[in-house]
């Protein structure tokens, strides 16, 4: 890695002692030593272990649950359903007043993608738990599922999720987060050429090397120690407040030395319940996800779908885009429409372009449901930009780095979100790749600045 | 059929925090009775290092060296508030809570060593070795241990600071969408040099140059882990990752990492690295949250430089040998 001083070096005071200075990780002997402790290396005597029984259908109606062959398993101590979670439908981002409250603990009635939580088992091992969670009886009526966002937008399709009502979440601008600037199609009109494409992507996973988990701690003045890998610590307490209808002073979170997160672990899923069970068998719980779970259960990143459409000068400059970007949030809310709405505010990429027009929806489907991950409502996004910024410089016969300085936002300009831009790199990024990729543009490109107006 | 080669060149920026604010994070500093400085979080470390970050703004701050101060987070008895590590936040929502935090321990250790030194603490200034100087006459000077010795036993004084950082919440108009999704913004492009092999649709990336613009890098090693890896996973994301490879289908998911398809130390690319610094405006010493926006810029450059070689668009992520080979069938050049 090589730091280039000389780029804003007039905006910028290098006058600093500790700030700068490559200071070598005062955790990183333990990482490597294996002296770090993480959440799983609480170990108590008498710990029970959490397995749940998931749902083998996409979408379903619970006809009946029968536990009793479970029950009798050697090393059972516990199951539990939905109706021993004292407030079972919730939703995280109530927190910031994000509803409605869509999603349960334990499924209750219905399922609504394939490998939903149905009910927990507790054992004293991990083996029984599993054992005992493959002899639990459940009646399922198969329902019809929907996989396809577009699908599920129509008339008709499915309901995935009833405490929306519709197969979209509805923002206070209607179906979807709107931005309006400018007059698209003047825009157009005037265009030389107009294209309009389309980019999909595949849910992924984060991948982290430690998976979701929790160690809860019954303790001796009533209230439960929660040794955890959760990414927010009372985001995920609060949350379990409310699910557990429990006062917050009972919960004590024990965190922050993570394997890895990328956003896998903000859900607040293992938490409550091992809580719950903690309190309802007064011993130990441990819950953590298995490397399947974790990859096939956990939140992955959205499928999302991305069109484009977009009208460009001969000269180089784009004088409208309208873009509608699709996330798929599958069957509950989790943190998606946050994602959503916050690619609206990320549209249309860093280039200043006078006419826009951006929808951005958050769709219900029979799928995984999907979450945050490293570059929420970007990355995609940004896939989509760049690859049509690409096929945009090559249908007018530009130099596709060209093609962008002419777009490129500076200080001052107004944004579609109607916010002037600050604090702008985009220029010099694009310079200094430039000269080190040796991909040469015009001297007048080498010569712009995000923040000097040129003489 | 042949191996063709060709490049491709993406540029981004990325916005740091929470969308649209309203992210609190506090943090609480004390000096010890030998002047060590606590920092006291609820943030959570994923790995990245935020408390050694943590750290170095506490130590700059107060003007003392980094192994000086010890950071101890995420435990709800004891750590303030703090939204969460994700959005790329940490760094820069929960730096300024203890830059805050620090001043203010600091301006009490300024006072004590006032005191003791019977001079005004506007006068005084720290070494950043562990002492306090008089401007100008450096030979009248304190250690901080004993500036903190007298705080605690002489003259009954907390050498502490409450630190608290939020942007307010934004609210999107309904009609128009105005909006202020964040203060500040990190900057990359990077270029992309791949072969493709026509007859069976295999990709490899050969070279990855990738500018960032990070505001500040506090910890320019830690910078480098953070960027590098975000580079990998970006090469990752653009050819190879899916949980669904046959979606409607569910099967074939990975369960394992033998079976969900990521790049091994073979498969990665040459990876340079340069970062720019234009220090933001309400960043702890000028930085912008990297974390995320590093593995973005790969996945386009990657996809255009493989339209460079061989002549088709694959507009589907992952972009794999498959969907090379049915574009490449489409246009009918094989």
Redesign the interface.
């Known amino acids: 890695m090589e730091l280039r001083k000389s780029y804003f070096a007039d905006v910028r005071k290098d006058d600093l002692h500790e700030i700068g200075q490559p200071r070598p990780r005062l955790d990183s002997p333990g990482h490597v030593t294996g002296k770090t402790a993480f959440f799983a290396d609480h170990n108590f005597p008498g710990m029970l272990h959490l397995k749940m029984v998931r749902s083998p259908h996409h979408h379903a109606r619970i006809r009946s649950i029968d536990t009793s062959e479970a029950e009798k398993h050697p090393g059972v101590v516990r199951i539990l359903t939905a109706r021993d979670v004292p407030h079972n439908v919730y939703t995280i981002l109530i927190l910031i007043q994000i509803g409605p409250e869509d999603e349960t603990v334990l499924a209750d009635g219905k399922v609504r993608w394939r490998g939903e939580a149905v009910v927990a088992v507790l054992a004293e091992t991990e083996r029984a738990a599993q054992e005992a969670a493959a002899k639990v009886k459940v009646d399922y009526e198969v329902l019809p599922a929907v996989f396809d966002m577009e699908e599920a937008l129509k008339p008709g399709a499915p309901l995935v999720n009833e405490y929306h009502g519709q197969n979209y979440y509805l923002y206070d601008s209607g179906e979807c987060r709107k931005v309006r600037f400018g007059d698209v199609e003047a825009g157009f009109a005037q265009a030389d050429h107009i294209l309009e494409q389309s980019y999909q992507s595949s849910p992924i996973e984060h991948a982290p090397t430690e998976t979701t988990g929790c160690v809860v701690a019954p303790e001796g003045n009533d209230r439960f120690t929660c040794y955890t890998n959760t990414q927010a610590m009372f985001f995920t307490l609060d949350n379990t407040s409310i699910i557990l209808q429990m006062p917050g002073s009972k919960l004590h979170f024990v965190g922050g030395t993570v394997g890895g997160g990328f956003g896998g672990k903000v859900d607040v899923i293992v938490e409550p319940i091992a809580i719950l069970a903690a309190k309802l068998t007064g011993r130990p719980v441990s819950f953590v996800y298995s490397r399947e779970e974790e990859m096939q259960i956990s939140s992955p990143r959205a499928a999302e779908k991305v069109v484009i459409k977009d009208g460009v000068m001969k000269d180089g400059r784009i004088a409208a885009r309208k873009v509608t970007g699709y996330t798929d949030a599958g069957a509950y809310s989790r943190h998606s429409p946050y994602g959503a709405q916050k690619g609206a505010g990320h549209y249309p990429g860093p280039y200043t372009i006078p006419n826009v027009w951006i929808d951005t929806y958050c769709v219900y489907t029979n799928r995984t449901p999907s979450s945050a991950m490293r570059g929420f409502g970007v990355t995609i996004g940004d896939f989509a930009l760049e690859v049509q910024m690409d096929k945009l410089a090559r249908l007018i016969g530009m130099d596709p780095l060209e093609f962008r300085f002419i777009n490129a936002y500076r200080d001052g300009d107004m944004k579609a979100h109607r916010q002037p831009t600050e604090g702008a790199a985009l220029i010099e990024c694009m310079q200094e790749a430039s000269r080190a990729a040796n991909w040469p543009v015009a001297e007048k490109y080498m010569a712009m600045s995000s923040y000097e107006k040129e003489a | 059929m042949a191996i063709r080669r060709g490049?491709?060149?993406?540029?981004?920026?990325?916005?740091t925090g929470m969308?649209?604010g309203?992210d609190p994070t506090q943090a609480l500093v004390h000096s010890t009775p030998t002047g060590n400085f606590m920092v006291t979080l609820?943030?959570?470390?994923?790995?990245q290092?935020m408390?050694?970050i943590m750290?170095?703004?506490c130590?700059?701050t107060i003007?003392v060296?980094?192994?000086r101060v010890v950071v101890d987070?995420?435990?709800?008895?004891t750590?303030p508030?703090?939204?969460?590590?994700?959005?790329s936040r940490g760094t820069h929502r929960a730096g300024n809570a203890v830059i805050q935090a620090a001043r203010e321990a600091r301006q009490v250790m300024l006072e004590v060593a006032a005191e003791e030194l019977e001079v005004d603490a506007r006068d005084l200034e720290t070494d950043?070795q562990g002492n306090i100087l008089v401007k100008g006459a450096p030979q009248k000077s304190i250690s901080i241990f004993d500036v903190a010795l007298s705080a605690h036993f002489k003259r009954g004084r907390s050498i502490s600071g409450r630190g608290m950082f939020l942007i307010p919440?934004s609210y999107?108009e309904?009609?128009?969408?105005?909006?202020?999704?964040?203060t500040?913004?990190a900057?990359?492009?990077?270029?992309a040099e791949v072969e493709v092999d026509d007859e069976t649709g295999e990709v490899t990336v050969l070279t990855v140059?990738n500018?960032?613009?990070i505001g500040?890098?506090?910890?320019?090693?830690?910078?480098?882990q953070q960027?590098?890896g975000?580079s990998w996973?970006g090469i990752s994301?653009?050819l190879y990752?899916?949980?669904?490879?046959y979606?409607?289908s569910?099967d074939h998911?990975?369960?394992?990492?033998n079976q969900?398809l990521?790049p091994g130390p073979g498969d990665l690319a040459d990876t340079?690295?340069?970062?720019?610094?234009?220090?933001?405006?309400d960043g702890p010493?000028?930085a912008k949250g990297p974390?995320?926006?590093c593995?973005?810029?790969q996945?386009?450059?990657v996809?255009?430089a493989i339209?460079d070689a061989v002549g088709v668009?694959v507009?589907?992520?992952?972009i794999t040998p498959e969907r090379i080979l049915r574009a490449l069938k489409a246009e009918g050049t094989v």
């Open positions: 490049r491709g060149v993406a540029a981004i920026n990325y916005p969308n649209l309203g609820s943030s959570v470390d994923l790995g290092g408390k050694q750290a170095q703004i130590a700059e003007g060296p980094t192994d987070t995420a435990d709800t008895d750590g508030h703090c939204m969460g590590t994700f959005a950043g919440r999107p309904k009609e128009t969408g105005a909006m202020k999704p964040s500040c913004y900057h990359a492009c990077t270029v140059k500018i960032f613009e500040r890098a506090l910890n320019p090693k830690m910078v480098e960027l590098v975000g996973m994301h653009a990752e899916t949980t669904e490879p979606y409607p569910r998911g990975g369960t394992d990492f969900y990521m340079e690295i340069i970062v720019l610094e234009r220090p933001s405006a010493y000028g974390g995320e926006m593995a973005n810029p996945i386009p450059a996809a255009n339209f668009r507009d589907t992520l992952p």
